[in-house]
């Protein structure tokens, strides 16, 4: 309860003085995770509290160790002794949370580039910056996103690679194939997002909500078919969903996102074709591309992942419908 000696003080510096025993940078992750509430309601980290109000945090579950290295097979596209770069396949975790410990991008990596096997010298490990259940991760993509993924193998890399996303130097591109054509054949779409008011796991557009965040994204329509289109998206920000929403926005979400389209597996049936097994069975959004400066030398690396399997099968039958 907020006494009358610290109404007016900012959300932050409230938490710094009743929760001493946890670091500021615990505690700015927290309001910035949602995990802060104010009256019942998320709240920023500058909110300015009044006398009586209830400020509650929710603590999260104690740390787990690190992921256990598994031999689980990767397509690298960029391997250096400071930094990697991994074509994600569809349906993975990149990091242990709830509900997947095992199976996750951490884990494999641990195995390729930490795990000692019969060489006498063990190999470059990863970077312990994001803590024991992140190794090596500088950022990240949804479990059912494919593409390309940069990896951090030590601690002045991390920093240096983080540096760049955080100063949005970074360039992203990503393939969608949206249920729906865009209007226009390039756009750009600037809306806020923030925590769904109602489903805790989806994101929305939200305005002048204490949760919502400033987000862009540009589009081109590279293909359009009936009912569909094939999008390359260059998000100038990196908001949770943030692809996935603004497509939705729009009014084209992208094809077979159970959040977002409502749809989470695509027959062929749905394009007039005749039955078979589903074309893809996850959201059709691949990050094809990722520009970023090699963490040593400095030089430009653009890096690029193939369009996987599914979404190729998805733009078969289209071009066929």
Same mark, same amino acid.
């Given at each position: 309860?907020? =006494? ?6 900012r ?10 025993a946890?670091s ?9 995770? +949602?995990?802060?509430?104010? /009256? ?5 980290? %500058? ?13 999260p579950?104690?740390?787990? *160790?690190?992921?256990?290295?598994e031999?689980?097979?990767l ?6 002794d400071?930094?990697a ?6 349906g ?13 991008l951490a ?20 970077s ?8 090596g ?6 479990? /059912?996103?494919s ?12 920093h ?10 970074v360039?992203?591109?990503?393939l969608?194939?949206?249920?729906g054509?865009?209007?226009? /054949?390039?756009?750009?779409?600037? *809306? ?6 109602y489903q805790?796991e ?9 949760? %919502? ?6 589009y ?6 009936? +009912? ?9 920000? +990196?908001?949770?969903? =943030? ?18 389209? +409502?749809?989470?597996v ?8 005749p ?9 059709a ?5 990722l ?31």
């Amino acid at each position: 309860m907020v =006494q009358p000696e610290s109404a007016g003080l900012r959300l932050d510096a409230f938490l710094a003085r009743m929760i001493p025993a946890q670091s500021r940078s615990f505690l700015a992750r927290s309001i910035d995770q +949602g995990k802060v509430r104010v /009256d019942g309601v998320v709240a920023r980290a %500058s909110v300015k509290l009044r006398a009586g109000s209830l400020v509650c945090l929710t603590v999260p579950e104690p740390p787990r *160790a690190g992921p256990a290295a598994e031999a689980i097979p990767l397509e690298f596209l960029h391997l250096d002794d400071t930094m990697a770069a991994v074509n994600k396949p569809p349906g993975m975790v990149v990091h242990p949370a709830k509900g997947n410990w095992k199976g996750t991008l951490a884990g494999a990596l641990k195995w390729h580039l930490e795990h000692r096997g019969d060489d006498a010298s063990p190999p470059v490990g990863l970077s312990t910056v994001g803590g024991p259940t992140r190794p090596g991760i500088v950022h990240r993509l949804d479990r /059912d996103t494919s593409g390309v993924i940069v990896v951090a193998r030590s601690e002045e890399a991390h920093h240096r690679l983080a540096k760049q996303f955080e100063r949005r130097t970074v360039e992203k591109f990503y393939l969608a194939v949206t249920q729906g054509q865009p209007s226009f /054949d390039r756009d750009e779409i600037s *809306a806020p997002i923030g925590i769904h008011p109602y489903q805790r796991e989806k994101m929305a557009v939200r305005r002048d909500h204490s949760t %919502s965040r400033d987000a862009v994204t540009r589009y081109e329509v590279v293909e359009r078919f009936r +009912g569909a289109a094939l999008v390359r998206v260059a998000p100038k920000t +990196g908001r949770t969903h =943030q692809i996935r929403v603004h497509l939705a926005h729009i009014g084209c979400p992208v094809l077979c996102d159970m959040l977002y389209s +409502g749809r989470s597996v695509i027959e062929p049936t749905l394009f007039g074709l005749p039955p078979g097994p589903p074309l893809i069975e996850r959201q059709a959004l691949h990050a094809a591309s990722l520009a970023i400066d090699h963490p040593t030398t400095g030089a430009r690396l653009t890096l690029a992942a193939p369009l996987p399997a599914d979404m190729e099968r998805v733009l078969a039958a289209l071009r066929r419908a």
